[in-house]
């Protein structure tokens, strides 16, 4: 096989501090991929600004304008993480070879990249870069991140552990990929639909080399909102069995109630009715909000608005 164009896509939202050390690293490490005839001389670092509020625009400018292997994308709102990440995809997959995805904190190792493009020679369509540790997050973020992936398992989604979206791609799973239709997606839950081979590269996980988290509390709970609604109808059917099991309590109540009646007990099955009143208007309820839930799900799919707006691209 010839040396493939790799491209390196980075989504980076506000990131005017860690971006010049992150492009100073990634400049080192394609020169060298370069000389070690790793990678193609037309590979490139495309860098996707999620509608930054900072300088990140004018930072992606000079790189591009100082050094031609940078790209540089710009959307013309905060799409969100999972939007660039698919900006950017989009605009290199017809260009290149394989493509590795990427923080802008260089958080994920950069170096797991020679391990990548070495199962990528081996002939993996999906790599998957996986943290060995998490020892740098704080324990917060650790904890909360290990319950998410053991929770989405339960509800029948394919995850692979530990694994954020640090990963590449060789062009034909990318093309599959962005084959999806999907508005509400989650790229995590959606790479292993696609099949091919795959392998895994395992990687220590440090720290923001510079700037704060993008992802706090709130977005992190919205993120893993749209993980599980986006990707699993397991919690529908949980409500359907619940419903089950209380009706069938409701029919021996029904039951109790009317041999109380009978028996002129009248009080005792005024109170029981009302129990079972509240309970099943209460499930009913509950179900309605989960169904409520998909059916904005639906609304969504069917709006088919485009996944990012693009304002410029520098190439
Ligand atoms: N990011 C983005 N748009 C957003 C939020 C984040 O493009 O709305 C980017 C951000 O610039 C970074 C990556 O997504 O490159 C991951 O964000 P961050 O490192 O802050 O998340 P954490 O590592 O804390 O989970
Ligand atoms: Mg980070």
Redesign the pocket.
Known sequence: MNTPKLFIV????N?QEALPITAKRLVELTDDMLKKGLIDPGSRIVLVD?GSKDDTWKVITELHEGDSRFEGVKLAH?A??MN?LWAGMTLSAERCDCVITI???L?DDVNAMYGFLEEFRKGADVVYGVRSSREKDTFFKRTTAQGFYKGMRKLGVDLVYNHADYRLLSKRALEALLSFGEVNMFLRGMVPMLGFKTAQVYYERGE?VAGE???PLKKMIAFAAEGVTSLSNRPIRWVLGLGAVCALLGVAMAVYVIVSLVQGRTVAGWASMMMSIWLLGGLQLMALGVIGEYVGKVYMETKRRPKFILEEHLK
């Not at 980075?10 to 939202?13: E, M, T």
Request: net charge negative; charged share 35%.
């Open positions: 980075i989504p980076c939202y990131e999620d905060n969100g993480h660039a923080d802008a904190d958080q923001r988290s993008k992802y």
